[in-house]
């Protein structure tokens, strides 16, 4: 089946400091979503990606799609204690089904 | 507006027995997906019903089963639990099954002893 790899597998940054998540698949991906899961949560839908070097941006939040549309990275600048939780890159297989394979996540913890 | 609720929140059983996990859809989303998360993982998809017809099926043994009704809301029923089956499970609502974002529900975490 299709996997998706999240580097690094945890962070942990004084407030302040950036943080990059990165997702890399093996094979070519017709879209990319990101969610957030807070500790003791539940997935929240951040964005989706669908064109070959898409670069979109959430406030402090941007996401990048590669242009060869195998790797994907979510990059926050000046992380708040409130950007702590687990950031998942999910894959959307097309077809008669939205299954969402998810990537492996990246925890990130932000302390003062 | 409400939005994806689950019932119930916790559940504990005991190996061998049966489970039945409900999940209302976002008004209007006619699409329901479920998803398995064991701790320290990404949630990783059982089954997806779109007008109360199988649309996807994940790699889950038959012991997993779902079904979903005229109202759009979802049960999703596990037979002969196992101690491996201790996890949250997340029900997900969509306009449809498509590409399309999910809405995730809290989740039941169910424990099995």
């Known amino acids: 089946g299709q996997q998706v790899m999240q580097i690094p597998q945890y962070q942990h940054v004084q407030e302040g400091e950036d943080f990059t998540t990165y997702c890399n698949s093996s094979?070519?991906?017709?879209?990319i979503q990101w969610y957030k899961q807070r500790p003791g949560g539940h997935p929240v839908f951040l964005i989706q990606?669908?064109?070959?070097?898409e670069v979109k941006k959430q406030k402090r939040l941007t996401f990048q799609f590669g242009e060869a549309k195998k790797n994907s990275s979510l990059h926050i600048t000046a992380t708040q204690t409130t950007d702590v939780g687990t950031y998942f890159c999910?894959?959307?297989?097309?077809?008669?089904?939205?299954?969402?394979?998810f990537g492996t996540g990246t925890r990130l913890q932000v302390t003062l | 507006d409400a939005g994806v609720t689950q019932s119930p929140t916790h559940l504990i059983k005991t190996r061998g027995q049966h489970v039945t996990l409900r999940c209302s859809p976002i008004?209007?989303?006619?699409?329901v997906s479920w998803y398995q998360q064991v701790l320290g993982q990404g949630p990783q998809f059982i089954f997806q019903?779109?007008?109360?017809?199988?649309?996807g099926r994940g790699n889950f043994p038959d012991r997993f089963s779902a079904r979903q009704f005229p109202n759009y809301s979802s049960e999703l029923n596990v037979n002969a639990l196992l101690l491996g089956d201790s996890a949250l499970y997340l029900c997900?609502?969509?306009?449809?099954?498509?590409?399309?974002?999910?809405?995730f529900g809290p989740g039941t975490r169910l424990t099995v002893t």
């Open positions: 019903y779109y007008e109360k017809e199988e649309r």
């Open positions: 999910a894959v959307c297989n097309t077809g008669t089904a939205s299954k969402l394979t």
């Open positions: 094979t070519t991906l017709s879209n």
């Open positions: 990606l669908v064109k070959s070097g």
């Open positions: 008004s209007g989303h006619k699409s």
């Open positions: 997900a609502s969509s306009l449809f099954p498509g590409v399309d974002e999910q809405y």
